[in-house]
């Protein structure tokens, strides 16, 4: 493995976490909090502290899928441990462990918080919360995979590693301008909700925090009642930008190149939007007698599936209070998720049309042995190699779930309340039901369950395998030779759909 490689790209994201740390400082300045000094001393350190590792620049920038793999994953790992410093000094949070939680349900853009009153936060920390959601989002390997001087495959094994969905595909020859398009579609989508929220008549803090947990999918919200206390321009302009930022990323860039008929016949979306509007249908009907008129059921009941489906974890009503056929479509979408390519969570939508079409066609095989059946998407063949990853991801994704269900157990808490706090981390979507409902907090679990709750998000946002190999690279205790990691790496493969 290219040892000095890794490290370089984790020094790297110390310094884009010291120059992050410079904004909620300015936001102390703003409205003269003193925690503003911490937040500054924090940007100096690690920002220092990056600068050292980068010193010494490896004498090879490549490496390969183990490798990215690997710094990925340590890269979400120490962003996070350096993220939930600020709190635990400001003691806005107590305990880091608490602290820590809050932070990958930042970055993750889970949105599962621990706390119960948020009034005991300073606008600078809050701002910084909201905005660990938009770092997370677009994911912070890709923002550095935009600066750093890596060569393409290296781009390519870390944006693999990162970006949610069964393949990963460039939008353009080079992986590294890909994403730089993704974050100038993701900077553009951001500034257009911003000044919406403006327009709809909240101030600059507020729109541009709910927008952070918005855009990135996160949730985290700035009062204990969420959205529901927002006029309802703001709840639809959220709800629409919810919906924006679920979809794969790389629609929009169709249609800036115009190549509209792309988008007409990707299946993903289409199936993506027939469950977000027919789920919203399903439960205005199931809810209509606990609202004053249909439009306002259907307004709300949107919000919440959008926000579901998007994973962003915002909430304008208290869904554990509505009938249980309304509960459990929300369970269902909460598993499904969003969009490959975007900044959502979830198994995702494609995964489950390759695994819905893979099905089809055994079952076809049964009864008509000597027909060749290939699964397609888009109207382009999906590779076996796609599918097989396909059906390895539903099986540890399965055995995750139940693992993580049985431990965190131990708390005591109810069936509802374990299954949905699991789902809800694992899935990166912010609330669950029963005890873990939107009103309520994570702050009811033990340290154990908060640790395995925290695996849960991480392994969520990275998609289970970048986690796993690193791991297995801890324990085995094994080491690949470069030039067998050079022979067994030369292919990189292209997202087809």
């Known amino acids: ?70 710094a990925v994953s340590l890269g979400w790992i120490l962003i996070s441990l350096v993220g939930a410093i600020p709190f635990t000094i400001t003691k806005e949070i107590p305990f880091y462990i608490n602290s820590l939680f809050e932070t990958i349900s930042g970055f993750t853009t889970t949105g599962s918080s621990i706390v119960n009153d948020l009034t005991v936060f300073t606008h600078a920390s809050l701002f910084w919360r909201s905005f660990t959601h938009w770092v997370g989002g677009m994911g912070v390997l890709v923002f550095i995979m935009a600066v750093l001087p890596l060569s393409g495959s290296s781009s390519m094994h870390m944006m ?15 992986a590294k301008n890909t994403a730089k398009i993704l974050y100038e579609i993701y900077v553009a989508i951001t500034i257009i909700e911003i000044i919406a929220l403006l327009i709809a008549g909240l101030d600059w803090f507020e729109a541009s925090t709910l927008t952070f947990g918005t855009v990135g999918t996160g949730g985290f919200g700035l009062v204990s009642t969420s959205i529901g206390g927002y006029n309802v321009a703001v709840q639809v302009i959220i709800t629409i930008f919810m919906i924006v930022c679920s979809i794969n990323f790389s629609i929009y860039y169709l249609l800036l190149i115009r190549k509209p008929k792309l988008v007409l016949i990707n299946e993903e979306l289409r199936w993506y939007l027939i469950m977000v509007f027919g789920a919203g249908i399903l439960i205005t009907v199931n809810v209509a007698d606990k609202f004053d ?58 995964r489950v049309v390759i695994i819905l079409k ?52 131990i708390d005591g808490k109810s069936i509802e309340t374990n299954i949905s706090a699991v789902a809800a981390t694992f899935n990166n979507i912010g609330p669950g039901m029963d005890a873990v409902g939107p009103t309520a907090s994570f702050s009811c679990y033990g340290a154990i369950s908060k640790f395995v709750l925290m695996f849960d998000m991480i392994a969520g946002r990275l998609e289970i395998f970048p986690l796993i190999v690193l791991f297995t690279t801890m324990f085995s205790g094994t080491k690949i030779k470069y030039k067998r990691a050079v022979k067994n790496s030369q292919e990189i493969e292209q997202d087809d759909y």
Not at 161 to 173: D, F, I, M, R
Not at 365 to 381: L, S, Y
Request: charged share 15%; proline share 4%; net charge positive.
């Open 160 to 174: 693999r590693a990162e970006s949610p969905g069964p393949t990963v595909g460039k939008l353009v020859p080079k």
């Open 1 to 70: 493995m290219n040892f000095s490689m890794i490290k370089y790209v984790l020094a790297s994201i110390l310094c884009a976490e010291g120059l992050f740390f410079l904004l909620p400082a300015v936001v102390a300045l703003i409205y003269g909090e003193d925690v503003g000094w911490v937040y500054l001393g924090l940007a100096l350190a690690t920002f220092a502290v990056g600068m050292l590792g980068r010193l010494r620049k490896p004498k090879s920038t490549s490496f390969f899928a183990k490798d990215g793999f690997v």
């Open 358 to 409: 893979s099905v089809k066609n055994d079952l076809f095989a049964i009864t008509h042995p000597r027909v060749v059946t290939k699964v397609k998407v888009n109207q382009k063949t999906v590779t076996a190699e796609v599918v097989k990853k396909t059906t390895a991801y539903l099986g540890a994704y399965v055995a995750i779930f139940i693992v993580s269900f049985l431990i965190i157990s």
């Open 293 to 350: 008129s249909i439009p306002h059921a259907f307004q709300t009941s949107m919000f919440q599936v959008a926000s579901i489906a998007s994973s962003t974890g915002y909430a304008t009503a208290d869904f554990n209070a509505w009938p249980a056929v309304s509960k459990s479509i929300l369970l269902i979408i909460m598993m499904i998720g969003a969009c490959a390519g975007s900044t959502g969570g979830g198994f995702k939508m494609s």
